[in-house]
Nanobody
Framework: QVQLVESGGGSVQAGGSLRLSCAAS????????MGWFRQAPGKEREVVAAIDRSGGRTYYADSVKGRFTISRDNAKNAVNLQMNTLKPEDTARYYCAAAYGGGIYQKTRTYDYWGPGTQVTVSS
């Protein structure tokens, strides 16, 4: 089993940056692909970025390409999301998730474990 806890959320003005971190428990972190998702009020949860278990492949939603960077450190059981040039439409609760397997995944139903989330608010 994997337990996930996000940190690093907060309030920032448009154009600013935040770095989200996700700490994972368990000895098998490197067996899991990881993803960052977000959900705004009244909207469905959507993938923001994903990374395979080795960190060699990444995926980004079109809305964040060129602004966000996902990375992982298997030695530290951590996955990060660097968010630059933030926009008001990035405002949402951000979730870290883990999916067992060697691929890279964009569907919420593929993920086995979820953190409680961290709020990101971007003001104009």
């Amino acid at each position: 089993q994997v337990q996930l806890v996000e940190s690093g959320g907060g309030s920032v003005q448009a154009g600013g940056s935040l770095r989200l971190s996700c700490a994972a428990s368990g000895r098998t972190f490197s067996s899991y692909a990881m993803g960052w998702f977000r959900q705004a009020p009244g909207k469905e949860r959507e993938v923001v970025a994903a990374i395979d278990r080795s960190g060699g492949r990444t995926y980004y939603a079109d809305s964040v390409k060129g602004r966000f960077t996902i990375s992982r450190d298997n030695a530290k059981n951590a996955v990060n999301l660097q968010m630059n040039t933030l926009k008001p439409e990035d405002t949402a609760r951000y979730y870290c998730a883990a999916a067992y397997g060697g691929g890279i995944y964009q569907k919420t139903r593929t993920y086995d474990y979820w953190g409680p989330g961290t709020q990101v608010t971007v003001s104009s």
